[in-house]
Every structure is written in structure tokens, then in C-alpha cells.
């Protein structure tokens, strides 16, 4: 097969990962090196992707080269395995997989776990510094639980995978503690009370040394964040959510001894990108697009926004809370419009009292309107957009 095929194919094989015991021992065998691979794991339910951009785009800027898996992906499926901020290639990731396909067709591996072993393979073929590794599902059970880490890092905690992470925050937040490790320290910004006991017993009988980072903060009248972290003021621009995610960011690393300059640390803040997370994707007129997917995603997306004048684009999964995420979004006061997407996934739109429109539809209104929009819910929504609107 080739390039496309092949990606096509293991798109299919979704499924439950094996057991983590058993995936550790494969990569074992194959890639004995794998346990002295400086690594970072980022779990949680919001903020794993942007406190891995975060990590990614300090340690660039001063030249350091990092490995970075992440998921899911926005347009291409190798978005998933990054050396800094350049994607594996086509030739580099059909060879890599060439070279385990065998193994993968024997022991049957999901596609989550394919995409791990090959990040870890092309990593460790790469001399990277040090590998930024983003949770999938959950964290006790997660493929990504099977390696060694330097740290490990839990941003937050919400009710979302419910029918399999189960359906309070306690439970959910034992999921997610589930990353830890007996010898390890584990960081996290999570606030609410009930999820930082969980974790504080987790943590307790795990024999991990948990911290919880909180830096300061202030909003200025013009919607910017102010902050002092390591002795410095920082100027951090909307969305303000930021604030937790670089908070988790700087402490991670300043933990593992990186010494970030403070120009460097301003500049970033500067450049700041993250596909698909509060992205501009035109200025004239304004459109921002947000893959704010459960409820506390939508939350903190309105409550960065503060004020929007302009009209609402919006889709969700069916295990998701879309009445919920609506009623917050209705908050805005802005007319809101749903878009329907070429999935079994979907929520039942049509049940929701809404205007509904297909993504093609959505196309020529924002290529035709004046008004400002946002484009906002499923990662898969807005990565469907991206790909609509980058080709057009």
C-alpha cells in the first residue's frame, strides 16, 4: 500500500489498546532504548495539546530539539509525530511503519498504539533532547502509560468519555491519576476539590510527589493576562484559559532544570500558536476558531471571549453535553447556527432548536459574510474546516 492507503487502513483499526503491561514489553524487545528517552506525560481533559505546544515552542526557541506525539490530528494524520514543529514526512513515517508492519498486523494494535510505537521509534532515530507525550483517553489505561518519565504533568478534570471513564469527577479523576508512579512527580493545575483529593490519595498510595501550580494573575481591561512567574512580568494575550496551561508549562520545565531566559519566555507568549485552539483564520473579516469540545472547553472559551459580536458556528459529538455547551455559548448573545458533519459520531443536531446547515454550506457563508465568526466544538468540526477553508 501506499502512503495514503496505508494511513487510510489503520484509521480502521479503532478499538481498546492492549494491556499496558504487554505493549511496554513489545517496545522493549524491539527498542531496548525506549527507557532512556527523556519523556514528559501530559494528561487531562483541556489543555493536554496546548501545555504540550507550550513545552514545545519554549524549548525550540532556545534550540532544543524535542520529540512531540499528540492527538488527535486536524488535517494530516502525521500532525500526531512532530521534531519541533515539523511534522514526520510521508517517505519517513511509510518507512517506519514498513519497518513494524509485521508486528502490527500480528499483534493487532489499535491505531493509537501504532502511532505511539512509531513517534517512539522515529524519536529515538532522531537523537531527540527530550519526547513532549500527549494522554489519549484517560491515563491509567492509556498506551502512553506504558513508558518512563521525567514527569508527568495532569492539566485538568471534567466529565467527558463518561461511558468509559465514568460519570463523577472523582472516578474520571482517578482515571487521570492514573499516570502516576511510584518515584515520579507528577504537576498538575486542576482546582476543583473533589478532583484534588482523588488525586492526593492516588498520589499518597502511589508513592508520587504531587504538586499543584497556581501562578497569579490579572485581567487587564483589554483582556490581557498579566503574570509573574521566576521573578519577571508576562504579558499573555486572549484566550486567557492560557494562563493554567502555560502556568503547567514554565513549572514542568523549570523543574526539569531548563533555564528559560526571559525574553525568550515573552516572545513565545508573543508567537504563541496551537492549531484549531482560539486560532485566527482571517483577520477581515473576523473569523476564530476553537476546539472547545465538552462543556468546560466551551466555558472557558466563553469566559475568554467575555464579549463577541458576531455569529456562532457550532458542532458537537453525541457524547458530549451539547445542550449544556449551547446554553453557555448563548450567553454571548450572538445568532448560533449548528453545521452537521459526515460522521455516525454526531450528535442529533436536528433535535436541538437551532438553524442547522452542512460544513459545505458553512463554506460559502463565511466566504460571503461581513460579519465576524466563530467556528467552534469538535476537533474533527474544526478540522474539517480547516481543510475547507485552507483549500479554497
Known amino acids: 500500500m501506499d502512503y495514503e492507503a496505508t494511513i487510510k487502513y489503520i484509521e480502521t483499526k479503532k478499538g481498546l489498546n492492549h494491556d499496558i503491561h504487554q505493549y511496554r514489553q513489545w517496545l522493549s524487545e524491539a527498542m531496548p532504548q525506549h527507557t532512556q528517552l527523556p519523556k514528559i506525560q501530559v494528561g487531562g481533559t483541556n489543555g ?11 524549548l525550540s526557541y532556545q534550540g532544543v530539539k524535542t520529540g512531540v506525539f499528540t492527538s488527535p490530528h486536524l488535517v494530516s494524520h502525521r ?10 514526512s510521508q517517505e519517513d513515517w511509510l518507512r517506519i511503519y514498513r519497518q513494524y508492519e509485521t508486528f502490527f498486523e500480528k499483534e493487532n494494535l489499535t491505531m493509537f498504539e501504532i502511532d505511539l ?25 492509556d498506551a502512553t502509560t506504558a513508558l518512563d518519565y521525567n514527569l ?22 482517578y482515571e487521570k491519576a492514573g499516570i502516576f508512579k511510584p518515584g515520579y512527580v507528577a504537576l498538575t493545575t486542576e482546582t476543583k476539590p473533589n478532583a484534588k483529593k482523588v488525586m492526593e490519595q492516588v498520589a499518597g498510595y502511589m508513592g508520587t510527589l504531587l504538586g499543584f501550580v497556581e501562578i497569579p494573575y490579572k485581567e487587564t481591561d483589554d483582556h490581557q493576562v498579566l503574570f509573574e512567574w521566576e521573578n519577571h512580568m508576562y504579558v499573555l494575550h486572549p484566550p486567557k484559559y ?24 515573552q516572545s513565545v507568549i508573543d508567537h504563541f500558536h496551537w492549531a484549531g485552539r482560539f486560532t485566527i483564520a482571517r483577520k477581515d473579516p473576523l473569523i476564530i476558531v476553537d476546539g472547545a469540545h465538552n462543556k468546560e472547553g466551551i466555558e472557558a472559551l466563553v469566559a475568554s471571549l467575555g464579549h463577541f459580536d458576531g455569529h456562532i458556528y457550532f458542532s458537537v459529538l ?30 442529533d443536531l436536528k433535535t436541538l432548536p437551532y438553524p442547522l446547515i452542512n460544513e459545505k454550506q458553512l463554506m460559502v457563508e463565511l466566504r ?25
Request: hydrophobic share 45%.
Open 48 to 58: 493536554k495539546g496546548s501545555t504540550v505546544a507550550w513545552m514545545n515552542q519554549l
Open 79 to 88: 500532525e500526531r509525530i512532530c521534531i519541533n514543529e515539523k511534522m514526520i
Open 117 to 141: 510505537w512509531m513517534a517512539i521509534a522515529y524519536f529515538l532515530e532522531q537523537n531527540v533532547a527530550i519526547a513532549l507525550i500527549e494522554v489519549g483517553l484517560g491515563g491509567r489505561l
Open 152 to 173: 508527568v504533568m495532569i492539566t485538568n478534570v471534567g466529565l467527558e468519555h463518561c461511558a468509559i471513564l465514568g460519570d463523577t469527577i472523582e472516578q474520571i479523576s
Open 242 to 265: 492560557q494562563i493554567y496551561n502555560i502556568s503547567l508549562a514554565l513549572e514542568g520545565l523549570n523543574y526539569l532544570g531548563y533555564t528559560l531566559d526571559p525574553d525568550c519566555v
Open 318 to 347: 453525541k457524547d458530549k453535553k451539547a445542550k449544556e455547551m449551547l446554553a453557555l455559548l448563548a450567553k454571548l448573545d450572538c445568532p448560533i447556527t449548528l453545521v452537521s458533519m459526515d460522521t455516525s459520531r454526531l450528535y
Open 368 to 392: 460571503k459574510t461581513k460579519d465576524r465568526a466563530l467556528v467552534c466544538g469538535s476537533l474533527y468540526f474544526v478540522g474539517d474546516f480547516y481543510k475547507a477553508f485552507t483549500n479554497k
